[in-house]
């Protein structure tokens, strides 16, 4: 299985702030990545396929970028609606694995 | 549009086997070619893919838990199913069921997921 890596864990942010979490595969997924928003009780949004490409109707202010096994997802501008849970996840191949996630706090 | 409704007891025995449904409406699985997927959650854990189906019944299962995975698709009632047999409290999860984003590949992001349903196993 491939593995996928996130960082940090937690991240603490204050409304305004840029924001950046980091993707690691364990090996190769050329641009076969997602990023997904999750808010308590709630299933998982996708957010970025494709690695960079934005789902529709996804704010502007996210964005990602990457290849091969190093990604990244940020935030330009963090609004009071984006503190959430994050996750990467790789598809290039069976099992879709995803990373431990990143949990986005209000510093 | 199309929506995901998962459906099954909440509760399950140890050793028993865990049973789901996928229900999906505004749209048709058979018409649609779809690699349609399972995922779970621990509770205040990250995200776990089990398995996928393609409408014609060809199945891809995580081999960490292929020995007791069956999905299985229902056509006739726009539905597929999980069964996970011998379960045991590291089965207790939010289980969601999920479209992939485009019909083209046989992994995919999942673009449309089902609100989830807990699954807790406990004698």
């Known amino acids: 299985d491939i593995q996928m890596t996130q960082s940090p864990s937690t991240l603490s942010a204050s409304v305004g702030d840029r924001v950046t979490i980091t993707c690691r595969a364990s090996?190769?997924?050329?641009?076969?990545l997602a990023w997904y928003q999750q808010k308590p009780g709630k299933a998982p949004k996708l957010l970025i396929y494709?690695?960079?490409s934005l789902e529709s109707g996804v704010p502007s202010r996210f964005s990602g970028s990457g290849s091969g096994t190093e990604f990244t997802l940020t935030i330009s501008s963090l609004q009071p609606d984006d503190f959430a849970t994050y996750y990467c996840?790789?598809?290039?191949?069976?099992?879709?694995?995803f990373g431990q996630g990143t949990k986005l706090e209000i510093k | 549009q199309l929506q995901l409704q998962e459906s099954g007891p909440g509760l399950v025995k140890p050793s028993e086997t865990l049973s789901l449904t996928c229900t999906v409406s505004?749209?048709?699985?058979?018409?649609?070619?779809?690699?349609w997927g399972w995922i779970r959650q621990p509770p205040g854990k990250g995200l776990e893919w089990i398995g996928s189906?393609?409408?014609?019944?060809?199945?891809y299962y995580n081999p960490s838990l292929k020995s007791r995975v069956t999905i299985f698709v229902d056509t006739s009632m726009n539905q597929f199913s999980l069964r996970l047999s011998s379960v045991t409290a590291a089965d207790t999860a939010v289980y969601y069921c999920?479209?992939?984003?485009?019909?083209?590949?046989?992994?995919?992001?999942?673009?449309?997921w089902g609100q989830g349903t807990m699954v807790t196993v406990s004698s």
């Open positions: 189906i393609y409408y014609s019944g060809s199945t």
């Open positions: 494709k690695a960079s």
């Open positions: 996840q790789q598809y290039n191949s069976y099992p879709g694995t």
């Open positions: 999920a479209r992939p984003r485009s019909s083209s590949r046989a992994a995919d992001a999942f673009d449309i």
């Open positions: 090996q190769s997924i050329s641009t076969w």
């Open positions: 505004g749209g048709s699985i058979s018409s649609s070619h779809y690699y």
